[in-house]
């Protein structure tokens, strides 16, 4: 396991990510998903932590939310290849269903556990705007509770530098698709607060 004196490159993190045990969730979970992106990416995205698929392929939104997200960043103008994307807690917590892993929200000791993991990749990465993708997040980057629809579409300063900008996670978009014909609004207002990153 690499001493965190060690941790100097996304590539050290990587390998103390992968031994980590600061919390349970690292027992049932296939592996630590780290964060993936450029070093010096001025846009860091942030998710609340791997799905099923990104726990066996070991990537940050690879899986349906992935999908949305990528469809997102197109419509905002935004190179996905020019940011970083990563999620607040990096192990896939679950609850078995017979063959199906399903999501478990994470608690607020495992979020905050992972942070320490955010601060390292923050430090490397140097982000000017993070953009916290749901409350998961919002607590993962700030170590506190937002409420979203009250910090949404704004460009808010952090205390250790650079802004932040709150919203939704792009799985709700995938949870109201089916319910709700008017979805498009709330994938369109994702978007909009994704062109913020523009502002920053």
Known sequence: MA??????????????????????????????VPGEGPARAPIML????????EDLEGKPFVGPAGRVL????????????????????????????????LHKRPNAYE???????????????????????????????????LTIARSRGKLLPLEEGGQMIVTIHPSYLLRIRDIDPDWRVQYRLF?????????A
């Open 111 to 145: 979020i905050d556990q992972c942070r320490h993991w955010f601060e390292f990749e923050r430090a490397l990465v140097k982000p000017k705007v993070i953009v916290a993708m749901g409350a998961t997040a919002v607590r993962g980057v700030t170590g506190k509770s």
């Open 46 to 53: 942030v998710g609340e932590q791997p799905g099923a698929r």
């Open 191 to 199: 978007v909009r607060d994704l062109k913020l990153c523009k502002a």
């Open 3 to 32: 001493r965190e004196g060690d941790i100097t490159s996304l590539k050290a993190l990587k390998t103390a990510e992968a031994a980590c045990t600061r919390c349970p969730l690292y027992r049932n979970a296939t592996q630590a």
């Open 70 to 101: 990528d469809e997102a960043i197109e419509d905002a103008g935004l190179d996905r290849d020019k940011i970083f994307i990563t999620n607040a807690v990096k192990h896939f917590k679950f609850e078995s269903r017979g063959k199906r892993r």
